[in-house]
């Protein structure tokens, strides 16, 4: 049986869902004023993961993922650029599409943006303004009242008193509470602005999920999802909001995925270690960015260095290597490899003991390739599908270890082979020892058998 690690409860879980048979599930998203970075890959292949093994297990799976397409860092980027806001975060939205789909990440089910949920995020704020959880400052913004929650600090497992002693918020004097949070701002001259009962402004970051959560999924859903350093303040005002605007529980699972570390250090702007996805993807194959990143466990920290890129690479050229020759077959149902696999996954979707259940696969592979080539074939099949349940091995196996099919050096590569096969079967060896020195400085290996010279990328 699946169980979750929930962060609400800090252990794992069995997984029954609300309604039997259903998921519905909602994952934090970008703020779109830059390009998408490795700890936005982390979370979304992650969660990709999660949506494909729970579809794999037979669930129907309502997955959500948010856009916030207004807020400060998105009017400052714009005002800077001297372009208007909404193609700012057009265009930002579109690279992570791009981006996304190269990484082999599935489109969410409904990709909603914050400005067209403005009127459900006006409504919760009045209703939490009847309620007493909001008041409006001197200042005209309206606020989260968090002394009126009596559970706010839950997702954080800590009290209020705990958060007030340990906040880094200075005191504002609009605010009753350094921790009471905006859920509506009055608009500065010039800035984006909607029309409200509280004077023309924009909504405050955290109003947006709740809003859009009860539309899409309702007042009580399955899992709630996004990166460890969204847990606190941001999914805890969340849950605030929405609890006691609805008056119902908000998500049962609460899944946090692991930071980012470059070089064992955290990622940052200001460190100068901080990596986009276009800018690795101009250095790696997809894929081998996408198994890097779904290669650790979600929850653990993973660390981003151009060893652990050498290494995903490494692990991808066996996986093909593997599958080299292979027709494509039906896999047998409910093998003792699957069996395994789903016990891996599980177990809170731990993707590295799946992983080593394909690496057993390939060993075997190879192990009976000559002795029973029927049982190689079906174990192939077998690899296949499962690492598709990881979204991985869905590329032509001479494809992927060629290079692509757009590899520039293709056709020189081709030729040296032809050349170098020309000079062994007129026994030059020294002239076929010197094009496989060529083609070795090129990155290629090449291997020869019975049937000829196969080739691949290093």
Not at 147 to 155: D, R, T
Not at 254 to 264: A, D, K, P
Not at 373 to 384: F, G, K, N, T
Request: net charge negative.
């Amino acid at each position: 049986m699946l169980e979750i690690h929930n962060s609400l409860t800090k252990k794992k879980e069995p997984f029954y869902p609300i309604e039997p048979g259903k998921v519905r599930m909602y994952v934090c998203g970008l703020t779109a004023y830059d390009y998408t970075h490795i700890g936005h890959g982390r979370t979304w292949s992650a969660f990709d993961v999660v949506v494909r093994y729970l579809r794999y297990s037979g669930y129907d799976v309502t997955y959500i993922r948010n856009f916030t397409d207004i807020d400060d860092k998105i009017i400052q980027r714009a005002n800077e650029n001297g372009e208007p806001y909404h193609e700012l975060t057009a265009r930002f939205i579109q690279a992570m599409h791009e981006d996304m789909a190269a990484l082999g990440v599935l489109p969410p089910d409904e990709e909603p943006l914050a400005t067209e949920y403005i009127q459900q995020m006006l409504d919760m704020i009045k209703i939490l303004l009847e309620k007493n959880h909001a008041y409006i400052g001197s200042n005209g913004d309206v606020y989260y009242r968090v002394n009126s929650f009596a559970e706010y600090g839950k997702l954080a497992h800590k009290t209020l008193s705990d958060l007030q002693a340990g906040a880094r918020v200075s005191i504002v004097e609009d605010k009753e509470n350094p921790l009471d949070f905006v859920l509506w701002k009055q608009a500065k001259p010039g800035e984006p602005h909607w029309e409200s009962p509280w004077g023309k402004g924009r909504p405050g970051w955290h109003i947006e999920c709740s809003a859009m959560t009860k539309h899409c999924l309702g007042d009580h859903f399955d899992i709630h999802g996004g990166g460890g350093d969204l847990k606190f303040p941001h999914h805890e005002n969340e849950i605030a909001q929405s609890e006691a605007a609805n008056e119902s529980k908000f998500a049962n699972y609460w899944i946090h995925t692991g930071m980012v570390n470059v070089n064992q250090e955290k990622m940052s702007k200001s460190l100068g270690n901080f990596f986009t996805i276009r800018e690795v993807l101009a250095e790696y194959r997809p894929e081998v960015i996408r198994y890097f990143l779904i290669s650790s466990h979600y929850r653990s920290p993973v660390n981003y260095s151009q060893e652990s890129l050498e290494l995903a690479t490494s692990a991808l050229n066996r996986f093909y290597t593997s599958l080299r020759g292979m027709p494509e077959v039906a896999a047998p149902a409910d093998s003792v490899y699957e069996q395994r696999f789903k016990e891996a996954m599980d177990d809170d979707f731990n993707t590295p003991i799946a992983l080593a259940v394909l690496f057993d696969l390939v060993h075997d592979i190879n192990r009976d390739r000559d002795q029973d080539e029927h049982y190689a074939i079906e174990l192939a099949a077998i690899l296949r599908k499962l690492a598709g349940v990881l979204g991985l091995l869905q590329d032509d196996p001479e494809s992927f270890l060629r290079g692509g099919d757009n590899d520039s050096q293709r056709q020189q590569i081709e030729d040296l082979i032809e050349a170098r096969t020309a000079a062994r079967e007129s026994k030059n060896w020294a002239e076929a020892d010197r094009i496989r020195k060529e083609l070795s400085a090129l990155g290629v290996i090449i291997e020869d058998s019975a049937q000829g010279t196969s080739w691949r990328r290093g």
